[in-house]
């Protein structure tokens, strides 16, 4: 199952308790990295990960706070001798900006691969890298650049049932092809099919990622039944709000209000501003709007 980690909770600055907004989502020994801000790499080694397992990298937006920690990373990946591929997906306008930015790494051992995302509809991508099940859906945001936000859905198969495949006499050499999708062909002339050794398909995890914007209604929807729904709440306080909209941000009571109407399970608030020093304290009053509201701090992590 997919085990997730905040590496970092912070807008803007890093704070000496607080690293900068990036997410580390892992599947199978294979990790997608949403974001890179200043610090990452410290990050994915002070909660206990590996960046060696980075496959994917998505960047909502080409702002600092969200992009700074890539050379770094990248140059730390390169040392631990890794030579396949890497790809990083990102609006299409972001990719001069971040071709430039990596030029500080003086040539790397393996190849950085870049996807430019559309800007101005939704998309939908494989993500193959990481698994043929995994696909990576975006939503144009609302910020002062060009900014997405991602879901990533994981669809799930079907439980094997191994009554079925006894009594069908499939042996076990075959179950684990069957499992993985695989028609198989018995020794007496049987095709037997995935279907009829398994029980109903689950439902995929979704996992919905947003940060950097107003509160666009679209953001609801593309978040609908998030298995996980993280979203930025730089403010808590309500006089922010008209700062906030100029800035193309969102308070805390936003995000509530955005979870709420998706109908997602949990809420993970991200992207606090510097001058929240502890968001804990309108935890009563966003867990009245959504109760499954959890206010973040770095290092946070869930299996789903």
Known sequence: ???????????????????????????????????????????????????????????????????????????????????????????????????????????????VRFHGLPEDKPFEFAADMIDPMLRIKTLPLSHRVSCVGYSLCLERRAVFDPAKAKELGVPVEHWKKLHSGEAVVLADGR??????????????????????????????????????????????????????????????????DIAKRAGARQLWLTHYSPAEKAPSVYEDELRAIFPETVITEDGRKLSL
Do not use: W
């Not at 308790?17 to 790499?41: H, M, P, W």
């Not at 050794?197 to 996992?207: L, N």
């Not at 709000?241 to 193309?248: D, I, P, Y």
């Open 191 to 256: 095709k037997i099919v995935p279907e009829d050794v398994t029980g109903e398909k689950r439902s995929p995890i979704k996992i919905t990622y947003t940060t950097d914007t107003l509160p666009v209604d679209d953001i609801a929807a593309f978040a609908e039944k998030s298995d996980l729904f993280i979203c930025e709440g730089m403010y808590g306080k309500f006089e922010k709000k008209e700062s906030m909209n100029e800035k193309h941000h969102m308070l805390m009571q936003d995000a509530c």
């Open 1 to 111: 199952m997919p085990e997730v980690c905040l590496l970092g909770t912070g807008g803007m600055l890093p704070l000496k308790d607080r690293f900068l907004t990036s997410l580390y989502a892992e599947y199978n020994g294979k990790t997608v990295l949403i974001d890179c801000g200043e610090g990452t790499q410290v990050a994915v080694a002070k909660h206990g990960l590996k960046m060696s397992k980075i496959e994917l990298i998505l960047i909502t937006h080409c702002h600092a706070d969200h992009v700074t920690g890539l050379p770094g990373l990248l140059l730390s990946i390169g040392n631990s001798s890794r030579t396949q591929p890497l790809d990083i997906a990102a609006p299409e306008s972001s990719l001069p900006i971040l071709r430039a930015l990596l030029s500080v790494c003086g040539g790397l051992p393996y190849e």
